[in-house]
T-cell receptor, first 113, second 115 residues
Framework: GENVEQHPSTLSVQEGDSAVIKCTYSDSASNYFPWYKQELGKGPQLIIDIRSNVGEKKDQRIAVTLNKTAKHFSLHITETQPEDSAVYFC????????????FGQGTELSVKP | GAVVSQHPSRVICKSGTSVKIECRSLDFQATTMFWYRQFPKQSLMLMAT?????????EQGVEKDKFLINHASLTLSTLTVTSAHPEDSSFYIC???????????FGEGSRLTVL
């Protein structure tokens, strides 16, 4: 089955700096790669996603890149703010599995003012 | 926007009792819902896929007789933790797939504490 590895497990940056979180996946049939932000005691919230027919997607300060050949994808947050502090999870799924997501281990991002 | 509601958000029970957690899609229909379990500082682990009108599909290692899933309507799936024990204490999260758009939405989670 699918296995998703996420690094780093913790990341501390200064406000205004960029943050990059990387994930690799094992199942070459995976074609959907969302990123979630989870605040303490809450459910995960989708922040950006990318499908396998696209190499990069950007939404304001957040961008995701996908390298299908290497089977890895990354989340980039620019101009980080203290409110970006949270746990971020990457995930992968096959389109024919109706939304069954396999999550990475999570990255605890801390943005220091 | 689409909302998935979980109830209760927090529950404390005694060891040996059963606890039911509800997952409702409030403004869309969902033939498929997913149940995840998350231990402190860990990732979300998929427990089972809940399909409306049919039996749930459990992930390897998840006891189907302990974690009973019922998806009786297009807007409601329930997870019952039977004969709960302290090791079942966890954060249980559901997600629901919008039947029309295919989008996936997560609930806010239910924290179970078994004494």
């Amino acid at each position: 089955g699918e296995n998703v590895e996420q690094h780093p497990s913790t990341l501390s940056v200064q406000e205004g700096d960029s943050a990059v979180i990387k994930c690799t996946y094992s199942d070459s049939a995976s074609n959907y790669f969302p990123w979630y932000k989870q605040e303490l005691g809450k459910g995960p919230q989708l922040i950006i996603d990318i499908r396998s027919n696209v190499g990069e997607k950007k939404d304001q300060r957040i961008a995701v890149t996908l390298n299908k050949t290497a089977k890895h994808f990354s989340l980039h947050i620019t101009e980080t703010q203290p409110e970006d502090s949270a746990v971020y999870f990457c995930a992968a799924s096959r389109g024919n599995q109706g939304g069954k997501l396999i999550f990475g281990q999570g990255t605890e991002l801390s943005v220091k003012p | 926007g689409a909302v998935v509601s979980q109830h209760p958000s927090r529950v404390i029970c005694k060891s040996g009792t059963s606890v039911k957690i509800e997952c409702r899609s409030l403004d869309f229909q969902a033939t498929t819902m997913f149940w995840y379990r998350q231990f402190p500082k860990q990732s979300l682990m998929l427990m089972a896929t809940s399909n409306e009108g049919s039996k749930a599909t459990y992930e390897q290692g998840v006891e189907k007789d302990k974690f009973l899933i019922n998806h009786a309507s297009l807007t409601l799936s329930t997870l019952t933790v039977t004969s709960a024990h302290p090791e079942d204490s966890s954060f249980y999260i559901c997600s629901a797939r919008d039947l029309e758009t295919g989008e996936l939405f997560f609930g806010e989670g239910s924290r179970l504490t078994v004494l």
